[in-house]
Structures are given as C-alpha cells and as structure tokens.
C-alpha cells in the first residue's frame, strides 16, 4: 500500500549560457579583419609605386603558372604526366615550377617527359619544324631553309627573324646543353650548282643563325656547334628550274653531367607509349594550331 502512495522523483536541469566565453568565432573575425586589412594597406602601397612596379606586380599575377599554361594548350594528360614525374624525381623543383611566372623563358630540357617536351615544341615550331625526334637525352628537328633564307642564297627572308625568334624561345632557358646547329644543302641548290658557292651559302646560313642563338644563352654552361654539309643531290636533272631545298638541322643534347656534378635526368614517359614518333608531333600541332585559333 505504501509503495503504491510514493510519488515519481522529477529532477530538473538548468542550463545556464554564459555570453562571450571561449568560443573560437572571434578568431574567424579577426582574421577576416587582417585580411581585409592586409589588402588594404597593399592597394595604398601599389598607389605609390611607379609605372614599371605596378606592371610587374600585374603581369606576376595575371601570369599563369608554367603548368597552368601546359594544362590549357596541351591537355590534362600531359599536364599530369609532367607533375607526376617532377613530384617523383624532384619534389621541391616541382612547386618551383609551378610558381613560376609563364613568361620567364623554361629550360625545355627540365621537363622530364617526353610528351610534354613534345607538346611545347608544337606550339613553338609546330608549322616550322620537319622530322622531329625525341630521345632522353635531347631532341633534333630540320628547318627547311625556305622558311629563312631566299632559294640559293643567305639572304634572309620575310619568315627570317620570326622563326629565329621562335628558335631562341627554345634555347634562351636552356643549361648545361650542347646545341649543334648543321646547315645541309645541295650544290644543285645554288646557281650553276657552283660546290664553291654552295658550302659558302651554307656557311654563311649557319654562321648567321649561330650568332643569334649564342646570344640568346642565358647560361655560360652551354655549348654551340655549327658544322655545314654540301652534297650532290642525286637523280638530278641538269637544267631544271626548281633548285632542291635545303635545311637547317638542329640539335639540342644534354651534356653527360651538370656543372654541379649532377647527373641529368632523362626524358621519360609515365603514360602511353614509349615510342616518340612523328605522329605524335604532329597530333600536338594540330592540337596547338586548334588552341591558337580559338585565342
């Protein structure tokens, strides 16, 4: 009977808020107060620059990054391929590279892959140069001398300095490189097929475009080879009015070791094929040609 007359104990909780406690909100104020106020003392500061500051700060920043730029003309894959392997072989060369302004010249040879050395040489010398190869240690390509010099002559043509400009954005970043340059004609290719005035012409071509390259060199660690070859051109037919063309050869090779004593690492492929054939270039200077169009 008495347990039936006990009432139900009823226990109440007050929870009690304490205003401004430890919370962290404040702090996400703050720091969106400092920021506020870091950008503000860097417009007052940008105010009282002269000209050349405030461009170099524009162009910095309006810039973007060397794979930023392989990633919006070359693709995602060889974007990747590229990152992959720089993270792999050289992690702190890789967020180096990744700071660096587009516009400050890259040593070509520091890639790292093959695909995206191929990829940048189609957007440099896609519509200029012919039979282009790669290997891990360098690459060669031909200029027919139709894109540079009047037929049969030194004379420089119209094309001349753009595509010795275009030539020198390639070696202008280069290091610890031996870049051989071998101007190729036929006897044919002069008039009366002279082999005196052939090798001069010849000459004269490569003696002119050396020049221009070895004073595009940012470093003194690399080396410029210049050598000529004047040839018969068989199954001619005298008196024929189209002279045979000629070219320049160019090749770009990594020396065996680095000033430093460091070796080189070579060009490889982490994706696709290990073969590096004229059907990729080409692939990329279609790619390249399309990108240009669109810009």
């Keep these: ?86 993270l792999v072989n050289e992690p702190l060369r890789a967020f180096q590279s990744f700071m660096e302004p587009v516009d400050k010249t890259p040593n070509v040879m520091d890639f790292g892959s093959a695909k995206v050395v191929t990829a940048f040489m189609a957007d440099k010398m896609g519509d200029v140069a012919k ?61 009366d097929g002279n082999p005196s005035v052939a090798h001069n012409v010849a000459e004269e071509r490569v003696d002119l475009i ?24 068989r199954n001619f037919v005298e008196g024929q009015s189209v002279r045979p063309p000629g070219f320049i050869h160019v090749s770009i090779k990594q020396k065996a070791s680095r000033a430093d004593g460091q070796k080189f690492r070579p060009l490889d492929r982490a994706f696709g094929k290990t073969d590096t054939d004229m059907s990729v270039y080409d692939n990329f200077v279609k790619q390249a040609v399309e990108q240009k169009k669109k810009h």
């Design 131 to 191: 039979n282009y190869q790669v290997s891990e240690d360098g690459m060669e390509f031909d200029i027919p001398d139709s894109q540079m010099f009047v037929p049969g002559t030194a004379r420089p043509s119209e094309s001349y300095v753009k595509v010795v400009d275009r030539l020198k954005q390639i070696t202008t970043g280069l290091e610890d490189t031996i870049v051989s340059l071998n101007s190729r004609l036929f006897n044919q290719s002069v008039k």
């Design 1 to 86: 009977m008495a347990a039936k007359d006990k009432k139900p104990t009823i226990v109440i909780k007050k929870i009690t808020i304490v205003a401004g406690g430890h919370g962290g909100s404040w702090k996400v104020a703050l720091a969106d107060f400092m920021t506020a106020l870091m950008c503000f003392f860097l417009v007052m500061w940008l105010l009282g620059q002269s000209a050349e500051t405030k461009k170099a700060v524009s162009d910095y920043f309006s810039s973007p990054s060397i794979i930023e730029y392989n990633f919006q003309n070359f693709g995602v894959e060889i974007t990747l391929e590229k990152l992959f392997l720089d």
């Design 210 to 233: 050396g020049k221009q390259i070895q004073a595009s060199f940012t470093h003194a660690s690399n080396d410029l080879h210049t050598s000529v070859n004047v040839v018969d051109k």
